[in-house]
């Protein structure tokens, strides 16, 4: 026997279904024994018997027959269950894993792409809130600056600053000007 042929397809189809076999085989002999070796221990008295004795023989010599029919039927399930183990686990692992693959990245993909938008929306109305004076609708983007926001001398101007006498700011939304529904 070529055990690198166990590691094919067909090499291990060819031995499950021949091992398959031989315990169906098995099995079915197995059963046709048993009631044949039943049906005898029955009919044949042993000195000394009691009215059961012959049955209850009989039953305990079958028995171990019929555990030798259930173990090979069993054997000839597994023999199918190598098979179908083998092929999932081995041959159509790389296909699976694949796939598994190609559906991580789109989630990650569509992921990356709600997160871009939503920090896009959000930047957004960042700026529209930031570029928006005092006078004009929140969520509109002005067409100008006032000239209020324009000091030739310092760009830090704009701001009030907390000194001497001035009254010192609160918070940071004292430097933006506040839009409605924000």
Do not use: C
């Not at 930047?123 to 930031?130: E, Q």
């Amino acid at each position: 026997m070529d055990i690198n042929a166990l590691f094919t397809d067909e090499g291990l189809r060819a031995f499950t279904a021949t091992v398959r076999d031989q315990h169906v085989r098995d099995a079915q002999q197995y059963g046709q024994i048993a009631d044949i070796v039943r049906s005898r221990l029955e009919q044949t008295p042993i000195e000394g018997d009691r009215w059961m004795a012959k049955r209850l023989r009989a039953w305990k010599v079958a028995r171990q027959l019929k555990a030798m029919q259930k173990a090979s039927t069993e054997a000839a399930a597994k023999a199918e269950a190598l098979y179908a183990t083998y092929v999932n686990e081995v041959l159509e692992l790389p296909q699976r894993r694949a796939v598994a693959e190609a559906k991580r990245l789109e989630r990650k993909q569509g992921r990356q792409a709600a997160v871009g938008a939503a920090v896009a929306g959000s930047l957004n109305r960042t700026v529209t809130a930031l570029n928006t004076p005092q006078g004009q609708p929140a969520g509109t983007v002005p067409q100008a600056r006032p000239a209020e926001f324009v000091a030739p001398e310092s760009p830090f101007g704009q701001w009030p600053m907390a000194a001497g006498g001035e009254r010192p700011t609160n918070t940071i939304n004292d430097y933006f000007a506040k839009g409605e529904g924000q």
